[in-house]
């Protein structure tokens, strides 16, 4: 591990791609690319701060142009950053804590893949810090990062996904955007009568994309999304299917990057998309008449599942007070105002909006006032795919509802196997 952090200082300005060897037999690959910032010299006395994230390289050249540096000048330091994916994270991580010698100072990592990482006490307490971050950022978020009453994880990239419509088609035919689950079935219908074909799209590609969009439509029923079968989820399955005989036949297709295109395409007039695809689908594709809003309350109430990355530190930080000063930089209004304008990333942050006039921020605070945190499982994964399959035979295949008496049965024994 050390001859890979010593060739990332030998070059710092080019690129590599390393394998990471696992202990107890195990190899996992990832991509690591060095990502340094401004500093072309290091001085003996400067410090070195290890961190991770997961970006686009569009991502990454912000913030090895923006964000790096003016915290490397201020702190006398040098950033090394690395790209690993969240699935690869928590085995590094327990490499680096049997060792001792942990080669990562602070991570960002998905906020729906933090529980294995505290079952396996791989991060940091962070509770002393609450009260001081809180005081930046929207509270509720840190509700994310509470494990057993600890802090563990400080959220800096909230995530919420909005509703998109096009402004001209629904004023065609004397639509307006729905405001009620009766109201979106009834615009699906008129597009298909009208259109011989559906405009609505529905997240049906399966994994997170699909999970993720239903789980807030089953809070907002009034159901536990684990339970499969209770009135909530019962009447979010049954509503999905009659959504879904009404819905574009590219909602087999969609998730979170293929909906931007065909929305932008008018494939669809109306979707429910993360905020990044307002810029892509008017500055990209040049769009006109995008209208965007935060949605709609569900039988019970309004409910949107915020997503996001959080902050940890791992344990065996070398450098644990200057990742503490990278995280409340990170938080600071300088940084999340570059995530809103050149990002266009949601920020955690309620004054970092005043850096840009898109009205997705007004719909992104909106959602985020019924704001819900997914519940942090380690069986997070089983349980996608227990959904993604009960999703295919009850919404789109149309096969008997009361199927959700089984999947109920398979989801305790899954629990079970946990406790």
Same mark, same amino acid.
């Given at each position: 591990?050390?001859q890979?952090?010593g060739?990332?200082q ?6 590599h791609?390393f394998?990471?060897?696992f202990?107890?037999g195990?190899l996992?690959?990832i991509?690591?690319?060095t990502?340094?910032?401004?500093c ?16 686009t390289?569009?991502?990454?050249e912000i913030?090895?142009q923006?964000i790096?540096?003016?915290?490397e000048n201020r702190?006398h330091?040098?950033i090394?950053a ?6 690869n994270l928590p085995?590094?991580l327990?490499v680096g804590k049997i ?5 990562i100072?602070?991570f960002a990592q998905?906020?729906?893949?933090l ?5 396996k006490?791989l991060?940091?307490d ?7 971050h809180g005081?930046?950022?929207?509270p509720?978020?840190l509700d994310i990062?509470r ?7 400080i959220?800096?990239?909230p995530?919420v996904?909005i509703?998109?419509?096009?402004k ?5 035919y004397g639509l307006?955007?729905?405001q009620?689950w009766?109201?979106w079935?009834h615009?699906?219908?008129?597009f298909l009568?009208r259109?011989?074909?559906g405009?609505?799209?529905i997240k049906g ?5 699909t999970?993720t ?5 089953i ?5 536990d999304p ?9 009447r ?5 299917r ?15 990057d ?5 929305f !932008? *395409?008018d494939?669809? +007039?109306l #979707?429910q998309?993360? %905020?990044?695809?307002?810029k $892509?689908i008017?500055e990209?594709y040049g769009?006109k008449?995008?209208?965007v ?11 949107h599942v ?5 902050f ?6 070398k450098n644990?007070d200057l ?10 209004k300088?940084?999340?105002g570059?995530?809103?304008?050149d990002?266009s990333?949601p920020? !955690? *942050?309620?004054d970092a +909006?005043? #850096?840009?006039?898109? %009205?997705?921020?007004?719909? $992104?605070?909106e959602?985020f006032?019924?704001?819900?945190f997914?519940k942090?499982v380690?069986?997070w994964?089983?349980y996608?795919?227990?959904?993604e399959e009960a999703?295919?035979?009850i919404v789109?295949?149309?096969?008997d509802p009361?199927?959700l008496d ?8 899954i629990?079970a196997?946990?406790e």
């Open positions: 591990m050390r890979i952090w060739l990332a030998m070059k710092p300005y080019k690129k791609l394998t990471w060897r202990l107890a195990l996992i690959p991509l690591i690319f990502l340094p910032g401004a072309m010299e290091t001085k003996p006395q400067q410090k070195v701060l290890r961190v991770s994230f997961s970006l390289e569009a991502e990454w913030f090895r923006k790096f540096p003016p915290f702190n330091c040098r090394e690395v790209q690993i994916e969240a699935a085995k590094l327990e060792s001792g010698k942990s080669q100072d602070l998905d906020n729906m893949e529980a294995l990482l505290v079952k006490r991060v940091e962070l509770s002393e810090y609450a009260d001081h005081k930046q950022i929207y509720s978020l990062g494990f057993a009453g600890k802090l563990l994880f959220p800096f990239r995530n996904q509703f998109y419509y096009n001209a088609k629904f004023e065609e307006m955007p729905p009620s009766d109201e079935l615009c699906a219908t008129v009568n259109e011989k074909v405009r609505i799209l590609f399966g994994g997170n994309p999970v969009q239903i789980y807030e439509y809070v907002s029923a009034g159901g684990f339970a499969f079968n209770d009135d909530g989820s019962k979010t399955f049954l509503f999905f009659k959504l879904w005989k009404a819905a574009s036949p590219d909602s087999k297709k969609a998730k979170w293929t909906s931007n295109d065909y !932008a *395409r494939s669809v +007039y #979707m998309n993360w %905020p990044f695809g307002y $892509i008017t990209k769009k008449d995008v209208g809003y935060h949605g709609f309350p569900g039988p019970r109430k309004e409910a915020v997503g996001g990355d959080v940890g530190i791992p344990v065996g930080s644990r990742a503490l000063q990278f995280i409340q930089y990170m938080l600071s300088e940084v999340q570059i995530f809103v304008k990002l990333w920020s !955690a *942050r309620p +909006y005043e #850096m840009s006039s898109s %009205p997705a921020f007004q719909a $992104i605070r959602a006032q019924y704001g819900v997914r942090n380690p069986y994964a089983e996608q795919k227990l959904f999703f295919v035979r789109i295949k149309g096969e009361a199927l089984q999947f109920h049965d398979r989801m305790e024994k629990k196997r946990y």
